[in-house]
T-cell receptor
Framework: LAKTTQPISMDSYEGQEVNITCSHN???????ITWYQQFPSQGPRFIIQ???TKVTNEVASLFIPADRKSSTLSLPRVSLSDTAVYYC?????????????FGAGTRLAVHP | NAGVMQNPRHLVRRRGQEARLRCSPM?????VYWYRQLPEEGLKFMVY????????ESGMPKERFSAEFPKEGPSILRIQQVVRGDSAAYFC???????????FGNGTRLTVT
């Protein structure tokens, strides 16, 4: 399974755009890139998933360059409620199931 | 459509007792995953089950831990003869298809005294 590396923590201010970059140099051909968000005392919540180029939904955008060795989660105009831990995962659909390996994540703190 | 339901939210056990954690997946989901999270750490995969079958238990300790997902009823994670090191948050997740995103419950926080 591909290992991911992302910053331990980030700080931002309300209204700013936040970009969290994750490196996954050993990503395999059939690996997808998935991001989850976790608030204290809650389970992780799915944000976005992609394979290549750009994916956008109502919450975030995910940018994946052609070599797929990294990806960037972009959160537009963050608010205080976006303070959470963000996990980048490279999920391998091997053996017919979605086995996700979580790293330590990035702790995002949004300040007023 | 209710989300993944886990109970109890908090569980306190003395060393040597048994802990039973329950997880009801989202309606229509037949794939269940269990993860464990220690304070300030990421989630660690424990086991993956698909209705009555254990598919991958590579992350589960070989002794004292067991999991099941019966045809009827919730998935159960059972820890026998708990020790202090078992204190953690245990999260259950479910998915509709094998390649669908996982939906997590809010976990059971086990404290062993």
């Amino acid at each position: 399974l591909a290992k991911t590396t992302q910053p331990i923590s980030m700080d931002s201010y309300e209204g700013q755009e936040v970009n969290i970059t994750c490196s996954h140099n050993n990503i395999a051909t059939n690996d997808y890139i998935t991001w989850y968000q976790q608030f204290p005392s809650q389970g992780p919540r799915f944000i976005i998933q992609g394979y290549k180029t750009k994916v956008t939904n109502e919450v975030a955008s995910l940018f994946i360059p052609a070599d797929r060795k990294s990806s960037t989660l972009s959160l537009p105009r963050v608010s205080l409620s976006d303070t959470a831990v963000y996990y980048c995962l490279v999920g391998k659909f091997s053996g017919g199931y979605n086995k996700l390996i979580f790293g330590a994540g990035t702790r995002l703190a949004v300040h007023p | 459509n209710a989300g993944v339901m886990q109970n109890p939210r908090h569980l306190v056990r003395r060393r040597g007792q048994e802990a039973r954690l329950r997880c009801s997946p989202m309606k229509g989901h037949s794939h269940v995953y269990w993860y464990r999270q220690l304070p300030e750490e990421g989630l660690k995969f424990m086991v993956y089950l698909q209705k009555e079958n254990i598919i991958d238990e590579s992350g589960m300790p070989k002794e004292r831990f067991s999991a099941e997902f019966p045809k009827e009823g919730p998935s159960i994670l059972r820890i026998q003869q708990v020790v202090r090191g078992d204190s953690a948050a245990y999260f259950c997740a479910s998915s509709q298809e094998w390649d669908s995103p996982l939906h997590f419950g809010n976990g059971t926080r086990l404290t062993v005294t």
